[in-house]
């Protein structure tokens, strides 16, 4: 299968909304995130930091990268962050880990020194995924995500770039 990633354009937040709508997806994420006019505000305002798989012209992954920032806390600025989703259909065939070493080139050559990514206690397969690709298990925020008003616990996961 031919995987092609690229930075995300304006024409892609659809498809990009569409993948988060699908059950197996959304289960991950709280119902107003990665909303259509969320999606292409975001490509809008950052369109280098936001990044689509393609496969036979078709948006299958998407990689959302983020600069950490605390508001006014500074000395964090060397992190970056992600969320990942991988239409089930193309899960298991490689996309995720195209996804993921995009994000790391691009945070290594803008002088990063850390990826961190937050994932959901119960979320074995994405904890297994990181794994795979070299990410260490940092520890656990409890009641970390507000997903629709429901706290969930997160595993902080980290990769020294
Ligand atoms: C997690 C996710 C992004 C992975 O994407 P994917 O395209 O299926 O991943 P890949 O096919 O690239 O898998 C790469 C490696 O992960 C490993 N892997 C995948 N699932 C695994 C599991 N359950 N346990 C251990 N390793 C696993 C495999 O070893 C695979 O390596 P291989 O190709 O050498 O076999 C995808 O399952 C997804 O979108 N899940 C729903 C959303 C989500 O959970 N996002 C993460 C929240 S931050």
Not at 33 to 40: C, D, N, V
Not at 81 to 106: E, M, P, T
Not at 124 to 133: C, D, N, R, V
Request: glycine share 10%; with cysteine; aromatic share 14%.
């Amino acid at each position: 299968m031919n995987v092609k990633t690229r930075w995300a354009r304006l024409a892609d937040a659809k498809e990009i909304a569409n993948l988060f709508k699908k059950p197996a997806i959304r289960k991950y994420f709280g119902k107003n995130e990665y909303s259509y006019r969320h999606i292409k505000r975001w490509i809008g305002y950052y369109p280098k930091m936001k990044t689509v798989a393609i496969v036979d012209g078709r948006v299958v992954g998407f990689i959302s990268l983020y600069q950490y920032m605390f508001n006014y806390m500074t000395g964090y600025e060397h992190i970056g962050l992600f969320d990942i989703a991988v239409d089930s259909r193309y899960q298991g065939k490689g996309v995720g880990s195209s996804l993921v070493k995009f994000a790391i080139k691009h945070f290594k050559k803008k002088g990063f020194k850390k990826i961190e990514i937050c994932v959901e206690k119960n979320n074995k397969k994405a904890i297994g995924f990181f794994e795979s690709l070299g990410f260490k298990k940092e520890g656990m925020l409890r009641k970390h995500h507000d997903k629709d008003g429901k706290f969930v616990d997160d595993i902080l996961m980290g990769m020294l770039l």
